[in-house]
């Protein structure tokens, strides 16, 4: 168990719809991470939020959109969906702000499925 | 942050000694080298992290040559549950803001009876 908490395991919608996902970090952690990885694909970087501000962002579509609350956890907003957005969305934490000082610790990941 | 080359898969048997390489020719000074495992529809783990020469834990060793340009993740004797995909990856750890935290392709690793 990593300590990352996501929620919900699995989410099926329909094209256009809005979902949010949420994430909780680990115990400690600061920065929160978004990934998404579609079949057999690579984990695809969206944006990284660090004590409540956002610090990198990635392929993040304009319809996405993420935020990290005052008690750190983050919620990834998905609109206007599209059956390419089914994916597994995964979310990732840390205790410092960049790579490797601290590795991610990354959760189970929320399956999104657009039909 | 430094892109990264592995192979695309490999496969062992139960009981070998596997080692994967990643080539980062880019590495630049500050950055880290480390290593996560993946499971289908699982979150990656971490495995290993290291910054020169050798570093061991409970489950892998990971080597590093004077130049940094690759290092190789080695499992000893793999099962079939080390079946997963391997990814390399290489940042800096001064946490600059724009970093693309990007995996690679990974290394799909499949070991057999």
């Known amino acids: 168990d990593s300590g990352v908490t996501q929620t919900p395991k699995h989410l099926i919608t329909a094209t256009g719809q809005r979902v949010t996902l949420r994430c909780s970090p680990r115990?400690?952690?600061?920065?929160v991470y978004w990934y998404q990885q579609s079949l057999d694909q690579g984990l695809q970087f969206l944006i990284q939020?660090?004590?409540?501000?956002?610090?990198a962002k990635g392929n993040i579509l304009e319809r996405f959109s993420a935020q990290q609350f005052p008690d750190l956890h983050s919620e990834l907003n998905l609109s206007s969906l599209e059956l390419g957005d089914s994916a597994l969305y995964f979310c990732?934490?840390?205790?410092?702000?960049?790579?490797?000082?601290?590795?991610?610790?990354f959760g189970n990941g929320t399956r999104l499925t657009v039909t | 942050l430094a892109k990264t080359t592995q192979p695309i898969s490999m496969d062992s048997y139960e009981g070998q000694e596997v080692n994967i390489t990643c080539s980062h020719n880019?590495?630049?000074?500050?950055?880290?080298i480390t290593w996560y495992q993946q499971f289908p529809s699982q979150g990656p783990r971490f495995i290993i992290q290291?910054?020169?020469t050798k570093v061991t834990n409970e489950v892998a060793s990971l080597f590093i040559p004077a130049d940094r340009k690759s290092s190789t993740l080695s499992l000893p004797r793999v099962s079939l549950s080390d079946t997963a995909v391997y990814y390399c990856?290489?940042?800096?750890?001064?946490?600059?803001?724009?970093?693309?935290?990007?995996f690679g392709g990974g290394t799909r690793l499949m070991v057999k009876p």
């Open positions: 880019n590495i630049a000074t500050n950055d880290y």
């Open positions: 939020y660090y004590n409540g501000e956002e610090r």
């Open positions: 290291g910054y020169k």
């Open positions: 990856l290489v940042g800096d750890i001064g946490g600059n803001a724009g970093n693309m935290l990007t």
């Open positions: 990732a934490s840390s205790k410092g702000p960049g790579l490797p000082d601290s590795p991610l610790h």
């Open positions: 115990s400690g952690d600061l920065s």
